[in-house]
């Protein structure tokens, strides 16, 4: 990722999106922006325009957390736009040696793998920030196996969200985790901006994708870390499930698991994956063995 590009025109889209009387400033006359001035920016953060005017064409090298955090307020900010700036600015900075990237071929700690394996009654994997699931347990292969059913390993996420059709019939909130998806992407992009395998990956679904391609221009960031998603499966039918995300922070990793409320058409429906998974030795991985739950 080019972190002046980035810098440029996330903070151009952020400023454009901010109005006068938002920021509680008085307008007059006739505007050419629709949102506030770089002038008024530097205003509402106590800096120069001039100062302020550099910032923004991408120089963040040097910039304090003070006038960062100045910077953040007078653009309101959420917090995970606050910490994709703090990113850009770490990035702008020199290149330390310390710094994770997503590794060419995905590393999962033999404990890791232990404790995907000793969690039954959730679907659980082990994601990076290209949204490859690196390892998953049993009922989380059966929970995405249209995914799993193809030849690509590690299996992407993103990628089959905006190159395959049938993204569209698993998930009919298809427009919102679209956006969702997107966004995480972006604020993964921010913290490794020199991971070429994620560049590698935003280049080429930018090419292939017009939905994709939109979404990304829109500079939008967030955190990846609880929600509630509705997956169409091919055998169990629709389930609504909830997400939460815990960080694997040696690793650059983070685990995933997927959970129904209790008592549930939701919850039975997990339950039966469930048990179709645990049946050994001779599972074959064709959940059209398993009966419908309206059957």
Same mark, same amino acid.
């Given at each position: ?72 307020? @007078?653009?309101? &900010?959420?917090? /995970?736009?606050? *910490?994709? $700036? #703090?990113?850009? !600015? ?45 390892? @998953?347990?049993? &009922?989380?292969? /059966?929970?995405? *196996?249209? $995914? #799993?059913?193809? !030849? ?48 590698? &990956? ?94």
């Amino acid at each position: 990722m080019d972190v002046k590009s980035e810098t440029q025109e996330f903070l151009t889209s952020r400023r454009g999106r901010v109005t006068p009387e938002q920021a509680g400033i008085t307008a007059y006359g006739s505007r050419r922006v629709s949102g506030l001035r770089r002038s008024e920016v530097a205003m509402l953060a106590g800096v120069s325009v001039e100062y302020y005017t550099r910032i923004e064409r991408g120089n963040l090298s040097g910039v304090s957390d003070g006038i960062l955090d100045a910077l953040a307020t @007078a653009l309101k &900010l959420d917090d /995970a736009e606050r *910490a994709h $700036l #703090f990113d850009l !600015a770490r990035a702008a900075g020199p290149a330390s040696p310390t710094r994770r990237r997503t590794p060419a071929t995905p590393q999962v700690r033999p404990n890791v793998r232990w404790v995907l394996d000793a969690i039954t009654g959730a679907a659980a994997f082990v994601g990076n920030g290209c949204q490859e699931m690196v390892a @998953a347990n049993p &009922l989380a292969e /059966a929970l995405w *196996a249209p $995914l #799993f059913a193809k !030849a690509e390993r590690p299996v992407n996420i993103v990628r089959f969200l905006f190159l395959d059709p049938a993204a569209h019939e698993m998930y009919p909130d298809w427009e919102r985790i679209a956006d969702e998806t997107v966004a995480i992407l972006r604020q993964a992009a921010g913290v490794h901006p020199r991971d070429r395998r994620l560049s590698d &990956l935003v280049g080429e679904l930018s090419v292939q994708s017009d939905e994709f391609r939109v979404r990304w221009a829109s500079h939008d960031v967030r955190f990846h870390t609880s929600g509630t998603k509705r997956i169409v499966h091919p055998v169990v039918g629709e389930l609504t499930l909830n997400y939460e995300m815990f960080d694997l922070a040696s690793d650059g990793l983070t685990m995933v698991t997927y959970t129904a409320e209790p008592g549930t058409r939701s919850a039975e429906g997990l339950a039966l994956l469930a048990s179709w998974t645990a049946t050994p030795p001779d599972r074959t991985g064709d959940v059209s063995e398993l009966g419908r739950l309206d059957e």
